[in-house]
């Protein structure tokens, strides 16, 4: 039984941190690559970051300018996004994502998101 449970979300002021956490369960963590998505009313989904499964190789939005932090921890199967300086833009659902891609067939998984609020 595959779960992915999003936690640490919240309201927060502008300029402050929060650190959203990930728990996967019921597939093999470290050979997926994690991923966090973000989704504001009205918008499409986006990409906020990846890593892949050693937890070797990272991608950002090139929007986040170095405020956010993709880590994992494989001992844990749990993956985490640091998020500093928070503007109210950074407002949203963010979810996150494990997949797999073998012989061209993808396998992903996703979370049921939790919100973020940043205040005016």
């Known amino acids: 039984q595959v779960q992915l449970v999003e936690s640490g979300g919240g309201l927060v002021q502008p300029g402050g941190s929060l650190r959203l956490s990930c728990a996967a369960s019921?597939?093999?963590?470290?050979?997926?690559?994690m991923s966090w998505y973000r989704q504001a009313p009205g918008k499409e989904r986006e990409l906020v970051a990846s890593?892949?499964?050693?937890?070797?190789?990272?991608k950002y939005a090139d929007s986040l300018k170095g405020r956010f932090t993709i880590s994992r921890d494989n001992a844990k199967n749990t993956v985490y996004l640091q998020m500093n300086s928070l503007k109210p833009k950074d407002t949203a659902v963010y979810y996150c994502?494990?997949?797999?891609?073998?012989?061209?067939?993808?396998?992903?998984?996703w979370g049921q998101g939790t919100q973020v609020t940043v205040s005016s």
């Open positions: 019921g597939f093999t963590f470290s050979r997926y690559a």
């Open positions: 994502n494990a997949e797999f891609t073998f012989f061209g067939v993808r396998d992903d998984y």
């Open positions: 890593i892949t499964g050693a937890g070797y190789s990272f």
